[in-house]
């Protein structure tokens, strides 16, 4: 008999000894065993429609977010024909987009109802509680804007849903009971058949022995069961024993890994690494330290570490930071270290201490990296920022090029086919026509779009300072180098060099602007390392630049090198249909800038800047706009006393027939002519006919001829209303 059927055995005998009065009869146990079998069955039962309800619940609540999500679907794909059958009320598309509506699943009723009253619905409304209601706003796009035109309403039915659960959550319980009952039987006869008939048998044997049998059974099984608890204890504690010293031993090799990779750590770090003893000698320097300041191991090793830590200081600065970490425990700060040949570098050093067990400080460890370059970039951004807040500062009259007249068009299409290429621009116009705003637009739509476009007046800058300027220069290269300086050109490298007034370059300097235009490389002033750069460069000017290579002020290779592709800007009297735009956006910009509100320019006034000649080009325009912003008072806004007098007007200029000219008006043309004399005096005098200052006074006419050729010539006071 095994082990485990004798205790058995005992552990029953001692019942029965106990109590002859525990015995079951194999009815009575059969009835037990029943009701398990039918608890164990109802338990299960139970699960199981628990479980089908729960997956019904999350099906539904599936379904109906699919019913949800499909309504907006729905209204998504129609919404564009929706809005334009309801913007141009076309009934017939509106009736057939709701029966496309329709044919969707569980959708039963949709319905348009249109700004104006009308209704246009399509299916059953349902009143009940299943129905899903989803309302959206019907928009149509004209021009770039967006109306509102109608409200579109979808109900959606969630009857069908609910009936397909029903007939899913029907199958799905009988389905989950047969195989809970089948499982459960499998269970209980695997049960039955493996341990209940041993207990039928252990206790018809229990059943079959004398008193003292039972009895010995029972003090047989207690010495047993003594020994067996002391056996326990002793293999207890050895396996406890064993346990612990293998945890002791895989604690110690963790230790030792862990040190071995702390080790090859420091090693391979990539910044400076120095443990210094409580005297505030060097015990180890890693390799790191060692090539970035030239020394061997053994001329560091136990020597006096100020300078090796932190730098070339004073006695005082020293001892300051030996007390710190003394009380705080920490250090940190940018230092300059020294390298055994004599240079020097800028490090970012960090110093903390160890303490022993007595709490004592033991050592310091120090680690040091080195941010030279770091500072040099840093110093570059500033540079950078710097000149990025000039230019904000100085940047051009407008946001955008404003305009759409043929001769702005063709200096476009020209910036479009060179703005992609490597190409040198040369963009050649009259002061005040936007050429910096035409270099911006080669450079935003350049590959080189996301980098600087670095601008670079020519004409400001002195003949002596020409180079350092350009190119930069290094610290006491000359008188008032106090500091290291970064050229234009290197902060344009990756971008795009804007050399306004190029003409202005003094003669002297065109050939080093060459040579470095031409090689992509230079020299800082007072250094003799090359930087290489890759620059696209776009010149400006409104010389002659051939008439200027004529008289010698101008290198004819530098102008070939710079006009590889030239962009010549048309003034603005050769942009009229440009000028009623250009004013009405610069009259924005003046009331914004000057927080007025309210000022618009009259169909007279716009006539009036349309026939001005405007030598000055967009700049003078500007001017004038904020003249009259500034001097206006009240909503109308003073134009005449913003344009400056015996400024010419071109308009009207080819009717006047001039002297010695044999050009003869027409009626017409003579009439027009006197039409647009009286309008000028008229808004000169600001509408006022007669008195002193009337338009009468100006034209040297009565009132009454005034009056009458007004109304002959059908002049009309302007509303104010501002041209689009």
């Not at 003799?528 to 010149?539: D, F, G, L, S």
């Not at 101008?554 to 603005?572: A, G, K, M, Q, T």
Request: contains cysteine; neutral net charge.
């Amino acid at each position: 008999m095994s082990r485990f059927r004798k205790n058995t055995v005992l552990n029953v005998t001692e019942v029965l000894a106990k109590d002859s009065r525990t015995k079951l009869s194999a009815n009575r146990r059969g009835t037990i065993a029943n009701k398990i079998l039918l608890y164990i069955i109802l338990f299960s039962s139970c699960i199981t429609v628990l479980i089908t309800v729960y997956q019904l619940y999350v099906d539904f609540e599936d379904q109906r977010d699919m019913v949800d999500l499909r309504m907006p679907q729905i209204e998504q794909s129609y919404r564009d024909s929706l809005g334009n059958a309801t913007w141009f009320f076309n009934a017939e598309q509106l009736e057939s987009i709701l029966a496309g509506m329709l044919q969707f699943e569980d959708v039963h009723f949709v319905s348009v109802r249109i700004n104006n009253g009308d209704t246009f619905e399509l299916g059953v409304k349902r009143l009940n509680n299943g129905a899903r209601i989803y309302e959206s706003d019907v928009k149509h796009s004209v021009q770039g804007n967006v109306k509102h035109v109608g409200r579109l309403t979808i109900e959606s039915n969630l009857d069908h849903v609910i009936q397909r659960l029903k007939k899913k959550f029907w199958l799905i319980l009988v389905s989950q009971g047969l195989k809970t009952f089948c499982v459960s039987f499998f269970i209980l006869f695997i049960i039955y058949y493996l341990v209940a008939r041993h207990l039928v048998a252990i206790a018809a044997f229990a059943e079959s022995l004398s008193i003292e049998e039972k009895t010995k059974f029972l003090t047989l099984g207690r010495q047993d069961r003594t020994k067996s608890d002391e056996f326990d204890q002793i293999v207890h504690a050895m396996n406890k024993m064993k346990r612990n010293l293998i945890q002791d031993a895989d604690e110690k090799e963790q230790d030792a890994l862990k040190l071995r990779k702390l080790s090859q750590a420091v090693e391979h770090s990539s910044a400076s690494i120095l443990i210094v003893d409580s005297e505030h000698k060097i015990e180890y320097a890693n390799p790191k330290f060692l090539s970035s300041t030239g020394y061997s191991s053994d001329e560091v090793t136990q020597k006096e570490s100020n300078v090796f830590c932190f730098g070339k200081k004073r006695a005082e600065d020293y001892s300051g930071i030996w007390e710190k970490l003394s009380s705080e425990g920490e250090w940190r700060g940018e230092i300059s270290s020294l390298r055994k040949n004599g240079e020097t570098f800028w490090e970012s050093a960090s110093a903390s201490i160890i303490k022993g067990a007595d709490q004592a400080i033991t050592h310091y460890v120090i680690l040091k990296d080195d941010v030279s370059e770091l500072r040099k970039l840093k110093k570059q951004l500033e540079l950078e920022r710097d000149y990025l807040r000039e230019e904000l500062n100085s940047v051009g009259s407008f946001g955008e090029i404003v305009g759409s007249s043929d001769a702005l068009k063709k200096t476009m299409s020209q910036v479009e086919a060179v703005a992609n290429t490597p190409a040198s621009v040369l963009i050649l116009g009259e002061s005040g026509v936007g050429k910096e705003m035409i270099a911006r637009a080669v450079h935003n739509k350049s590959a080189r779009a996301d980098n600087t476009m670095v601008k670079v007046n020519c004409a400001s800058i002195p003949n002596e300072l020409f180079e350092s300027e350009f190119f930069g220069h290094i610290k006491g290269s000359f008188t008032g180098a106090y500091e290291n300086r970064i050229g234009r050109m290197q902060l344009a490298d990756k971008g795009t060099l804007f050399l306004d007034e190029v003409g202005e370059i003094p003669i002297s300097q065109q050939g080093k602007l060459l040579r470095a235009l031409q090689e992509g490389e230079f020299e800082r002033v007072g250094d003799n390392k090359t930087i290489c750069v890759n620059v696209r460069v776009i010149a400006a000017t409104n010389r002659d630049m051939k008439a200027e290579i004529k008289a010698g002020r101008f290198r004819e290779d530098l102008y070939y090198r710079l006009s590889v592709f030239p962009i010549e800007v048309p003034p603005l009297r050769e942009r009229r249909g440009d000028i009623v735009p250009l004013a009405l956006h610069l009259l924005e910009k003046a009331c914004r800038e000057l927080n007025k509100e309210g000022l618009t320019l009259s169909k007279a006034q716009l006539l009036t800047l349309k026939q001005y000649q405007w030598p000055g080009n967009i700049r003078e325009l500007e001017n004038t706009i904020e003249r009259a912003v500034i001097s206006s008072v009240g909503s109308k806004l003073r134009l005449d006393s913003a344009l400056l007098s015996g400024t010419p007007v071109d308009d009207a200029s080819d009717l006047k027939p001039t002297v010695g000219s044999d050009k003869i008006l027409t009626s017409e043309e003579f009439k027009e002519l006197e039409k647009r004399n009286i309008i000028a005096a008229m808004e000169k005098a600001q509408w006022k006919t007669w008195g002193e200052g009337g338009a009468a006074k100006l034209l040297g006419m009565k009132p009454s001829t005034l009056a009458y050729q007004i109304k002959s010539l059908g002049i009309e006071k302007p509303s104010g209303d501002t041209l689009a």
